[in-house]
T-cell receptor, first 108, second 117 residues
Framework: GIQVEQSPPDLILQEGANSTLRCNFS?????LQWFHQNPWGQLINLFY???GTKQNGRLSATTVATERYSLLYISSSQTTDSGVYFC??????????FGTGTRLQVFP | EAGVVQSPRYKIIEKKQPVAFWCNPI?????LYWYRQNLGQGPELLIR????????DSQLPKDRFSAERLKGVDSTLKIQPAELGDSAVYLC???????????????FGSGTRLTVV
């Protein structure tokens, strides 16, 4: 089946720092989404981005579908950004296949 | 508008006991999903419903897991008997038909954290 790998697995930042999270996938996909899972376990949609670039406040994402990767940028990080970031892809069927996740900790 | 509602929030049971989880999706969302998330991993799909029909249950361990979605609204996921390895967070999500591929309206509940001792 399709493989979805994320890097780095863990990231520790001081407030105000910038970061880039990467998602690689092994096959062409119909859709790619980025999620944030907060420390209480709630999964929140961040971006639907099968291709191109989108921005939402301090977050932006870029997907290069032809090269099978996506990047999530976090600028001026805040403690509330802490949690686990997942990318998830849709491949052929109407279900999401999640990546391995990047655990982000932001300290004041 | 209320989001996807799951209960209970936490459950601790002894192995070999039965357990059930309940999910109420967003009103009007035809598609409902149950995912299992093991510690330190991403969620994995167990079953997907379109209205009341289970259209993808290939990852559901059918020897001990069962699910139903009566009247195409609320859903329950049951484990009987539970094993130690079933300890995980069970997440419910819902979307409009085709919402996953369109990237619209895909919403997760807060999950049920199951601990089997």
């Amino acid at each position: 089946g399709i493989q979805v790998e994320q890097s780095p697995p863990d990231l520790i930042l001081q407030e105000g720092a910038n970061s880039t999270l990467r998602c690689n996938f092994s096959d062409s996909v119909n859709n790619l989404q980025w999620f944030h899972q907060n420390p209480w376990g709630q999964l929140i949609n961040l971006f639907y981005i099968p291709s191109g670039t989108k921005q939402n406040g301090r977050l932006s994402a870029t997907t290069v579908a032809t090269e099978r990767y996506s990047l999530l940028y976090i600028s001026s990080s805040q403690t509330t950004d802490s949690g686990v970031y997942f990318c998830a892809v849709v491949f052929n069927t109407d279900k999401l296949i999640f990546g391995t996740g990047t655990r982000l900790q932001v300290f004041p | 508008e209320a989001g996807v509602v799951q209960s209970p929030r936490y459950k601790i049971i002894e192995k070999k006991q039965p357990v059930a989880f309940w999910c109420n999706p967003i009103s009007g969302h035809n598609t409902l999903y149950w995912y299992r998330q093991n510690l330190g991993q991403g969620p994995e799909l167990l079953i997907r419903y379109e209205n009341e029909e289970a259209v993808d249950d290939s990852q559901l361990p059918k020897d001990r897991f069962s699910a139903e979605r009566l009247k195409g609204v609320d859903s329950t996921l049951k484990i009987q008997p539970a094993e130690l390895g079933d300890s995980a967070v069970y997440l419910c999500a819902s979307s409009p038909l085709g919402g996953v591929e369109a990237g619209t309206g895909y919403t997760f509940g807060s999950g049920t954290r199951l601990t089997v001792v």
